[in-house]
């Protein structure tokens, strides 16, 4: 074989640029999305898909707000000892906190009761009975870096890469690298549950540079899911099949009477979409209509009511994926507790985690049960993690720590029951297994077939990636 | 000389003439096309180089391998990579088909090999003689203009390409859509039925010409234009990131459509948005201008550094700058040299620097600039403003005096620990601002200069932003002196021998403690605290045991803060003496430090602030008195700053200034950009009027005009309109009016097979293609044909109605109460922009995200497109104001009738037989079900969604 070829140099090739062109967006755009990824990896016609994929789709359990890590994966002896002590000066020169004052502010033990669970030992604390239950299934990264301190500027760099608005998220990277198999669904798909929305908005599933095609598409909790999906108020659907059946014989016509060719592909392209769009006006309520699940499903996942939930969307996650969306990321908010009344790791915590603890570990069984589990990733974390120390406030809390934090990833081609990485002893920083976010990406995007360093997108004289010029696959995490 | 710089015009010309035509950003540039004209830098050889090696060989002297550099003619006759006398022997041949993996270049691992087409490419233009050339783009325009019979017009040098690939224009559109192209292209509006049929009667060029310049001199035209201008200035009427709160900068946005609409020259246009604050005498438009650079975000949220935000927005306006202005993606030179395009690391911050001295930055909206609607407000403005200025004069006035014995010291450096910032103010003052810690200690450290000997020290602890943050107490717990020899690593602390106050926070006659000032002295005591007089500045006077020399000395006056939480002085200034001034004459101690005269004057200043009138205010531009010391940031973090940069511009692209000027300020700059030999500006300018009209640039990478940006298809067409700009006073009116009086642009969009295979793209112009309206021009298309569109220019944003739950995925709701009566029928323009959930009808059309420049709105097609017309309760509306018109203006009509006018409405031409059959059996079976004005409505909601409607012919 030749030298390895640089990935700036090779063009994207014709065969994709057909694809896109063709396919109007990433609802139900790459019909052959499937195809796609297998074949384009055989026939070498796309040059970043360099190995045959694992993952095939991806679930995203984002916490937003950055749980602690100290109150649910991440014990601590030592830190239990140094209770209401400072911290070491070695430790806290040079580093940057949100709200604390580094010097002054003491170490803060967890009064979370801890136990060792499954064959692999991980140890989870007692406010996430769930998850605890599936640690066999999961591979937990202890040792994950972030360089933003603040939510909105984390959140971003957790998506796309990058601390400020202007580059694609990592879902759009997906949807523009392998296209969607989901015939009339959208292939990158934004659900929200919790108080308020994750800060940062739109952006956080934006296309940045890349087509508008290949943005998340946010499901709504109430109401129609997607913008404008329902009819006008008093068309029913006659009235509205009347409507899309006229527009097209007119679009037609049109372009008869004015003498151009009704087959010039523009033309073409959007009658498909309007008939694209009127599907989705009936598909896209059966996604969504959950009345057809089992109750054993419902209780599995913990369901109460059909009302927004978590809950709901980890089930409707499922849903979306067994038609064929590629990316679906869940938004849970206000893990963000700095020991405000509202916001502290007492009862606030408490109720985050009940909110999210069954249905999450719900999912991975689910998922496992139907056989989706060893091609679809499941990975559940915050934006970073919280301070060893705690601050000074009314009620018990942490700031935010990018030093060291946990995430945890399940199925699509990575271990099961491992842990990745270490903390020192009071969990301010990796003594092994460090990995920054673009590392985490480049391991996600290598999970899906793709190699980070190819999949790249020229926009103001530059080859931009969703790693950046960074970026290092975990190979330790591959099954 | 192995390589040689070509000044001929010959050779540029023959260089040009081979220019390569490139298809789009999913295709590799070909280094040439097939067949064409011999090799030359700039016709090939330079992108092979770029593509292969420059990443490497390039101007990025830290990437640099070997020390060879390969894109400048300097580097290659030292490089010695090529040999003229035996060309096959050229080091340069030898290591790209080197079958040594020790000499092959690029290195395995590194990069591809070059192809064999490649390879022969370089080998010809060394055999050629090797001639090097400067990048086009930066390029000056050429002295004189060859002198051609006749004289060159822009359809001369389409169709003279055209020729060579056996081509010509299309005939010219017809008559209708010609119209509507035209005026959804100046106006973003389509042309009434009327003007269609009376054009169609008389189709002749005098007619198109006179709606030509009609159109141009409208408001309308104005308006559709400053939606270019806004989507480049990246506006919008909020802060941004998470919180994203709101913010009132639409009177720039106004300036923009005046500006447009009165065709201010290009450079004029330029100078006032980039500096109008500091032009002479600025007007009160001019300092309205400087808005453009005030588009950028805010984080608000809680933690979030004042110094981080503020640079975030200077990076900000430097990038947007270079994509605006210079075509370039100068912001690639933040964290490193730029790896193709000749800007350093340090030239970007030459940039940057010219950003680096406005006052604004922080969460704070300051400086705002009131915005009177008529004369009436003009004077009530400019009258508060005079009362301001004036007491403000007399407050630093009456200060100054109260503190005359002193002489301010403002140190090199003054921090506070846990975070928070001060903020250095003209009056040698402090503001604290940022991050608000529990506790704090102040360190102000440095020379100090004008004060010989140092024994006394006065702290002026202001009213204005304190006494503590938030306006109430502070604490101060200890003040610590000390000083050293320069040089010197130790400290010599100096005690205290005496202290006083104007008030002293005294609580031991209700049983609480002293806060007085004596007590900083033993060390033992609470410290000093003025509660409860919060609207007064407070004076603390200390005299040191020993006064000490300071001349080659360096003072260090460190303010412990750290009782309780937050007790924190918010506002200060620091004097120094010799000696403590004798006696302050009042029978009380220390009751004449603040004098009555400064206090009644602080409190005068506080009530005019209060008075401010209740006017619209917008976001500006403004300098400080003194300019900050601008440092590269070593890999672009702004915590590891570097060695000084001095502002200036990237010597590549700066051929023509005086090398004996020193450019300062941002109007230095404006004005460089902007000068008529600033040829990459003008050809960049040009460019995207062209873009805009032809929904592709001349140099289809709009945002590159970099090395690795596409070549021009048509490069003599762009040096001719960019000179032909500068010659007509950079008047956009001028040059739009040249392109769209051309056949190129008014010829028809149909299309051959020969014209498809020869021309795939268009980007050869042989033909009209037609183009998706944005959501902007579709809204208001839909509202001109229901005529119910509200013409009224200006004013604040509005909220027409968008469906519900638009923020349930924003951190913070908004109130988007939908506007009444006519405002819900303004032009697109004038809607509301939240930077964190933008109106969804616009963004499902590709409207840009507002949090960085947009110089080209990408077009898709998607299925949530076909709903949000199809289904969106604004469209649905708006079809109902058409089935309203429908039963006004013809009662009793047939529906026959009314899909005809509905027709004529929207498309400007009747319905035929056909089309009018297959509207009238749905608009039958909606008038059984849900009676006439719902039939009406359906007919509208049709019309609404035809792509005869939806696009551009």
Known sequence: MKARRNPKAIPRREALRQILQTSASGLGALAFGDRLMQDGFAQGALPYLTHAPKAKRVIWLFMAGAP?????????????????????????????????????????????????????????????????????????????????????????????????????????????????????????????????????????????????????????????????????????????????????ALDRAGAEGQGRDADRPDLAERIKTYELAHRMQSSTPDLVDLSK?????????????????????????????????????????????????????GKPLEARCREVDQASAALVLDLEQRGLLEDTLVIWGGEFGRTPLGEVRNFIGRDHHIGAFTMWMAGGGVKAGYSHGETDEIGFAPVSGAMDIHDLHATILHLMGIDHERLTFRSQGRDFRLTDVHGHVQTNLLA | MAVQQSKSRAACTAARAGLVLVLGVFLAEPARTEGESAPSWSNGVRTVLSEHCFACHGPDPSARAAGVRLDTAAGLLESDAIDLGSPEDSELLYRVTSEDDFDHMPPPGAGRALRSDEVDLLRQWIEAGAEWEPHWAYAPFEDEPAATEPAPTLDGFVQARLRQQGLDLNPRANPRDLLRRLFLDVVGLPPSAEAIASFEADPSEDAYAAHVDALLSSQEFGEHWARHWLDLARYADSHGYTIDGGRSIWPWRDWVVQAIASDMPFDQFTVEQLAGDLLPNATREQRIATGFHRNTQVNQEGGAKDEENRINAVIDRTNTTGSVWLGSSVGCAQCHTHKFDPITHSEYFGLFAFFNSTLDGGVSQAPTLLVPRNSEEEAQAAKWEQR??????????????????????????????????????????????????????????????????????????????????????????????????????????????????????????????????????????????????????????????????????????????????????????????????????????????????????????????????????????????????????????????????????????????????VMRTRLDLAHWLVNPANALVHRVTVNRFWQQLFGVGIVPSENDFGLRGVRPTHPDLLEWLAQDFVEHGMSRRHTLR?????????????????????????????????????????????????????????????????????????????????????????????????????????????????????????????????????????????????????????????????????????????????????????AQAVEQQRGESAACSAIARVVFNLYEFTHRP
């Open chain 1, 293 to 345: 699940e089992p109750e054993s499903v419902r209780k599995l996942y913990g369901m109460e009511g059909d009302g927004p939930s978590f809950a709901r969307n980890c089930l409707l996650a499922r849903r979306l994926i067994e038609r064929g969306s590629r990316f679906v990321q869940l938004y849970h908010a206000d893990w963000d507790h700095h020991g405000d009344p509202n916001n502290n790791l």
């Open chain 2, 388 to 661: 301001l200025v004036e007491a403000k004069a007399r407050y630093l006035d009456e200060w100054n005096k109260a503190s005359e014995n002193w002489t301010v010291w403002q140190p090199e450096w003054a921090t506070g620990s846990n975070g928070p910032e001060l903020r250095p103010e003209l009056s040698g003052a402090y503001r604290l601002l940022g991050q608000n810690p529990v506790f704090s200690t102040y360190v102000l450290q440095g020379a100090t200069p004008g004060v010989a000997n140092v024994g006394a020290l006065r702290l002026e602890v202001l009213a204005d932003g304190g006494p503590g943050r938030g306006g109430k107490n502070f604490v101060l717990q200890e003040v610590r002196v000390a000083s050293r020899a320069d040089g010197e690593a130790e400290w010599t602390p100096h005690a205290l021998g005496a202290a006083r106050a104007d008030f002293e926070q005294d609580s031991s006659a209700k049983g609480g403690s002293s806060y007085v000032a004596a007590s900083l002295l033993d060390g033992e005591g609470p410290g000093w605290a003025v509660q409860p007089q919060f609207d007064s500045p407070h004076v603390l006077e200390l005299e040191l045991s020993e006064a000490f020399h300071a001349e080659g000395r360096e003072l260090r006056v460190e303010l412990v803060q750290e009782y309780g939480s937050h007790h924190t002085i918010g506002a200060f200034r620091m004097g120094l003496a010799a000696a403590l001034p004798a006696g302050d004459g009042s029978g009380q101690a220390g009751g004449g430090l603040v004098p009555k005269a400064w206090l009644d004057s602080w409190r005068a200043l506080s009530q005019v602030r209060g008075e401010r009138p209740r006017l619209p205010s917008t976001l500006v531009l403004e300098e400080r008195s003194a300019p900050r010391t601008t440092r590269r940031f070593e890999r672009g973090s702004f915590l590891d700053q570097r060695e000084p940069v001095s502002p200036g511009v990237p010597a590549a692209m700066d051929h023509f200034a005086d090398p004996e000027s």
């Open chain 1, 68 to 248: 602690s890590q100290f109150e649910l994966f991440e014990p601590k002896e030592t830190l239990q000892k140094l209770d209401g002590e400072t911290l070491p000066p070695s430790l806290a020169a040079g580093k940057r906190f949100a709200f604390i004052d580094g010097a002054r502010a003491k170490l803060l033990g967890t009064s979370r009761k801890f136990a060792r669970h499954g064959e692999s030992g991980a140890p989870v604390s007692e406010l996430l009975p769930h998850i605890a239950g599936i640690v066999d299934k999961v591979s937990f990264l202890r040792g994950v870096q972030g360089k933003e301190i603040n939510h909105g500027p984390a959140k971003l760099f957790m998506n796309t890469g990058f601390g400020q608005f202007g580059r694609p998220s990592c879902g759009s990277w997906s949807l523009y690298g392998l296209g969607s198999e989901a015939e009339d669904l959208p292939g990158f798909v934004v659900l929200q549950s919790g108080s308020r929305g994750p800060r940062g908005g739109g952006p956080l599933w934006g296309n940045a540079f890349l087509p508008s095609s290949v943005a998340g598409t946010p499901f709504r909790g109430k109401g129609d899911p997607v913008l404008d999906l329902g009819n006008p108020e008093g068309v029913d659907s006659a009235e509205q099949s009347g409507f899309f059946r006229t527009v097209a």
């Open chain 2, 738 to 922: 040249t392109i769209l009086l051309s056949k190129t642009y008014c010829q028809s969009d149909a299309q051959s097979p020969e014209k498809v295979k020869a021309d795939p793209e268009g980007t050869l112009f042989s033909r009209r293609r037609p183009m998706r309206l944005s959501g902007e021009v579709l809204r208001d298309s839909m509202l001109e044909a229901s005529g119910v569109l509200h013409r009224k220019v200006g004013g604040g944003p509005v909220q027409p109605p968008q469906p519900e739950g638009v923020f349930s995925f924003t951190q913070s709701r908004k109130n988007w109460k939908p506007s009444e009566g006519d405002e819900r029928f303004r032009r697109s323009l004038y809607t509301r922009i939240w930077r964190s959930s933008p109106f969804p009808f616009y963004s499902t059309f590709d409207a840009p995200s507002p949090g960085f420049s947009c110089t080209r709105r990408t077009v898709s097609t998607s299925p949530l497109q076909a709903l949000a017309l199809a289904n969106d309760p604004l469209v649905v509306e708006i079809a109902q104001a058409m089935g309203e018109r429908m039963i006004r203006e013809l009662p009793g009509a047939t529906l026959a009738v009314r899909i005809d006018a509905a027709y004529r409405w929207a498309l400007g031409r009747s319905a035929t037989a056909e089309e009018v059959a297959l509207l009238l059996e749905h």
